[in-house]
T-cell receptor, first 116, second 108 residues
Framework: GAVVSQHPSWVICKSGTSVKIECRSL??????MFWYRQFPKQSLMLMAT?????????EQGVEKDKFLINHASLTLSTLTVTSAHPEDSSFYIC????????????FGPGTRLTVT | EDKVVQSPLSLVVHEGDTVTLNCSYE??????LLWYKQEKKAPTFLFML????IEKKSGRLSSILDKKELFSILNITATQTGDSAIYLC????????FGAGTRLTVKP
């Protein structure tokens, strides 16, 4: 099946620094990628929808200047958490939508971010 | 406002029991409904449903969609401890909207 990778799988950073998380579709083209955040024992929360070559669409309550999303190619989207704070510590998951089979969505393994 | 509601939120059963998980939705521009199983990390895909009344099966799991009444169910028969997980329902319209999930615990 289709594979989506995320890098890094876990990262620890200090408050005030920025962290970039990559999401790649390895064997298919993804016109749309989604970024989710998951808090402990909670469901996934959609943060933004990223379309290749255009600006991301952010969900209400998500700060677009804090969570920068770039979808520069059909196989790569990045999420940059700027000026990280401890409350940004979370599990971030991306998913990629297959361009050919547009209903199918494949999840990355997630990135665990800890801000100290 | 788009809404996806799952019930129950948590469920504890014993091995061998059959469980039914519910997902109701209110969304615009419905495209499909998806079920995922989430254990420790990212969710894994179970089923995608686009048409009413057509049951999808995979081993002991099955699911069906009712687009008139706007709900789907996920059935698991002869449950095993390995079925313990959070089961997520998501509706694909212009985005993906997830329900809160059902936490299933299967006791030996």
């Amino acid at each position: 099946g289709a594979v989506v990778s995320q890098h890094p799988s876990w990262v620890i950073c200090k408050s005030g620094t920025s962290v970039k998380i990559e999401c790649r579709s390895l064997d298919f083209q993804a016109t749309t990628m989604f970024w989710y955040r998951q808090f402990p024992k909670q469901s996934l929360m959609l943060m933004a929808t990223s379309n290749e070559g255009s600006k991301a669409t952010y969900e209400q309550g998500v700060e677009k200047d804090k969570f920068l999303i770039n979808h520069a190619s059909l196989t790569l989207s990045t999420l940059t958490v700027t000026s990280a704070h401890p409350e940004d510590s979370s599990f971030y998951i991306c998913s990629a939508q297959d361009k050919v089979h547009s209903y199918e969505q494949y999840f990355g393994p997630g990135t665990r971010l800890t801000v100290t | 406002e788009d809404k996806v509601v799952q019930s129950p939120l948590s469920l504890v059963v014993h091995e061998g029991d059959t469980v039914t998980l519910n997902c109701s939705y209110e969304v615009t521009n419905f495209r499909s409904l998806l079920w995922y199983k989430q254990e420790k990390k990212a969710p894994t895909f179970l089923f995608m449903l686009t048409s009413s009344g057509i049951e999808k099966k995979s081993g002991r799991l099955s699911s069906i969609l009712d687009k008139k009444e706007l709900f789907s169910i996920l059935n698991i028969t002869a449950t095993q401890t390995g079925d313990s997980a959070i089961y997520l329902c998501a509706v694909h319209n212009n985005d993906m909207r997830f329900g809160a999930g059902t936490r299933l615990t299967v006791k030996p």
